[in-house]
């Protein structure tokens, strides 16, 4: 089992749509989760920081729990800007283990 | 302030050949990483540098790949000999302090094709 498992993708929504994206990871004992935006053939970009049962920030919630060791993404109302790579991201120790990322293509 | 500053942004080498990736990391972050991204695969650990120490190299995939970081500033990944399978987006990222998994800054990568 990978330590980080995503939703493969793509996902391709229209504009104004709301979309939803999983994540697992394997360790119970992590703490801290993030979620990453890659552009195509750009770096990684933090987006958001979950540390708790999760966290909100304009159109974008991340949620935790603990239990299922599931964290996901909900973007709401979709912007063709929205289009990119979305990894999921775990601390282990001084390193970062990475989903392989689900695809979102939000079209006109 | 700058960020993370990676060179070449792009290499095509031939098998056996040897390449040098540069990185700078913002200036004053002590933790340097190395992660490389291959087709169709997750991005990957590589090492963990502190300062000029290296602190964690389990992600390097062989002895053909050898990492420095000359005087706690920049750091070099050099393969040699490069072979097929190397070829990847060899990202490199700095952060002031350990286990800031958000206060990380990658750089732009560097992408290496080998023929």
């Known amino acids: 089992r990978k330590e980080v498992e995503q939703d493969p993708g793509p996902f391709n929504v229209p504009e104004g749509a709301t979309v939803a994206f999983n994540c697992t990871y394997s360790?119970?004992?992590?703490?801290?989760f993030f979620w990453y935006r890659q552009d195509c053939r750009k770096e990684p970009k933090l987006l958001m920081s979950v540390y708790s049962s999760g966290n909100e920030d304009g159109r974008f919630t991340a949620q935790l729990n603990r239990a299922s060791q599931y964290i996901s993404l909900l973007i709401r109302d979709s912007k063709l800007s929205d289009s990119a790579t979305y990894l999921c991201?775990?601390?282990?120790?001084?390193?970062?283990?990475f989903g392989q990322g689900t695809e979102l293509s939000v079209k006109p | 302030e700058a960020g993370v500053t990676q060179f070449p942004s792009h290499s095509v080498i031939e098998k056996g050949q040897t390449v040098t990736l540069r990185c700078d990391p913002i200036?004053?972050?002590?933790?340097l990483y190395w992660y490389r991204r291959v087709m169709g695969k997750e991005i990957k650990f590589l090492l963990h540098f502190v300062k000029e120490s290296k602190q964690d190299e389990s992600g390097m995939p062989n002895n053909r790949f050898l990492a420095e970081r000359t005087g706690g500033t920049y750091s070099t990944l050099k393969v040699q000999p490069a072979e097929l399978e190397d070829s990847g987006v060899y990202f490199c990222a700095s952060s002031p302090r350990l286990g800031m998994g958000g206060g990380y800054t990658f750089g732009s990568g560097t992408r290496l094709t080998v023929v």
């Open positions: 360790n119970s004992a992590s703490q801290s």
């Open positions: 991201v775990v601390p282990q120790g001084g390193k970062l283990i």
């Open positions: 200036s004053g972050h002590d933790n």
